[in-house]
Nanobody
Framework: QVHLVESGGGLVQAGNSLRLSCVVS????????MAWFRQADGKEREFVAA????????YYADSVKGRFTISRDDAKNTVYLQMSSLKPEDTAVYFC?????????????????WGQGTSVTVSS
């Protein structure tokens, strides 16, 4: 079984930064592509960023491109989301997802494992 645990969320003022972390249990972390999604109150969960198994290509939603950076450390079984120039509209619960399936990286249905989420609130 694969378990994902996110951390690093909190309350921050607009323009500031936060770094989210997601630790994945097990010894097969490097076989999973990883992604971050977020869900604001009353909205559907949406794609934020993703990184392939090899730590190669990364993918971003247009709304965060240039402000967020996804990375992974396979030695630590951890994926990160560095968020800069935060805006109030970035306020959401951020979820880490893992998958072995192929398909568009933004396709939520291809992610079989999820963490419990970490809350990010950006004040204006």
């Amino acid at each position: 079984q694969v378990h994902l645990v996110e951390s690093g969320g909190g309350l921050v003022q607009a323009g500031n930064s936060l770094r989210l972390s997601c630790v994945v249990s097990g010894r097969t972390f490097n076989t999973y592509s990883m992604a971050w999604f977020r869900q604001a109150d009353g909205k559907e969960r949406e794609f934020v960023a993703a990184i392939t198994r090899s730590g190669g290509p990364t993918y971003y939603a247009d709304s965060v491109k240039g402000r967020f950076t996804i990375s992974r450390d396979d030695a630590k079984n951890t994926v990160y989301l560095q968020m800069s120039s935060l805006k109030p509209e970035d306020t959401a619960v951020y979820f880490c997802g893992a998958r072995r399936l192929v398909g568009p990286m933004h396709d939520i249905t291809t992610y079989g494992y999820w963490g419990q989420g970490t809350s990010v609130t950006v004040s204006s």
